[in-house]
Nanobody, 120 residues
């Protein structure tokens, strides 16, 4: 019943920009936080950015000043605006939604990921 779908990935040159979207199905009644992770070949998965229901944000050091996370509660959607992209940003970006359905226990729901490739 719960669906989490990422979109917006693609191929860009260094210095370019992309905007990722993560849409959670509306049957997730309460969303406590949403976050973007990334997994690159040969690297560990890392939390890139997160945002709470209250709007508090956190970023990993390597993207501070370049990436911005935001959310639209009415659309159950979180965005990741990525500017000044570098080759090391190349990865599959995955969205994590921490929330619950009506009458349900909270849990983590993951999307399938969207590929971001930064290359000249």
């Amino acid at each position: 019943q719960v669906h989490v779908v990422e979109s917006g990935g693609g191929l860009v040159q260094p210095g370019g920009s992309l905007r990722l979207s993560c849409a959670a199905s509306r049957n997730i009644f309460s969303i406590y936080s949403m976050g973007w992770y990334r997994q690159a070949p040969g690297k560990q998965r890392e939390l890139v950015a997160s945002i709470t229901s209250g709007g508090s944000t956190n970023y990993t050091d390597s993207v501070k000043g370049r990436f911005t996370i935001s959310r639209d509660n009415a659309k159950n959607t979180v965005y990741l605006q990525m500017n000044s992209l570098k080759s090391e940003d190349t990865a599959v970006y995955l969205c994590d939604v921490y929330g619950s359905e009506i009458g349900g226990l909270p849990g983590h729901y993951w999307g399938q990921g969207t590929q971001v490739t930064v290359s000249s």
